[in-house]
């Protein structure tokens, strides 16, 4: 199971992985919701998975002590011009990559990690029209932690 938290604008949100009922959810702990992420979508949100022409770069860099590598996505979303640069490493041999590949996002539902990326993102840059979106990891925790933590609790309400 994995568990990414979000800051910022994204405060109190969260993606959950349930790789047991091979589904990924979005929670809002503030509002006490949450929402299956990469289902049928409302008819106002729901588009065509994106396909993003990707170009792996010969940029390298470090993150965290990790090698990454420079990719660069290209394509649209929702009708929309966006490019997105993603600085991955294949240093983790830990973590489920094809679980973490199969997890949506964005406003056209694609992947969190598109086909020909290799690796773990460590760094995701989203550049659009209404502004730029970057998201870096700022520290890798490894701690058994109980599965309870991986429910949805029992009070809060599903959002379609």
């Known amino acids: 199971m994995t568990v990414f938290q979000g800051g910022g604008p994204v405060d109190g949100m969260e993606l959950l992985h349930q ?5 990924t959810v979005r929670i809002d ?3 006490k ?20 022409k990707i170009t792996k770069t010969s940029e390298t860099a470090k993150i965290l002590g990790y090698n990454v590598t420079k990719y660069i996505g290209e394509g649209t979303e929702a009708g929309r011009p966006v ?40 760094k995701v840059e989203s550049a659009m029209k209404e502004g730029t979106l970057t998201m870096e990891v700022t520290e890798i925790k490894r701690e058994t932690l109980p599965a309870a933590d991986f429910e949805i609790p029992s009070d809060y309400k599903e959002v379609k």
């Open 19 to 23: 790789k047991d009922k091979n589904r």
């Open 29 to 31: 702990r503030k509002a």
């Open 83 to 122: 490019t997105i640069t993603m600085w991955t490493t294949t240093d983790i041999k830990d973590i489920d990559v094809k679980a973490l590949a199969s997890q949506r996002t964005g406003a056209g539902n694609r992947r969190f990690i598109p086909e020909g990326v290799e690796g773990i993102p460590l």
């Open 33 to 52: 919701t949450w929402t299956a992420v990469g289902e049928k979508q409302s008819s106002t949100m729901q588009s065509i998975d994106p396909q993003f």
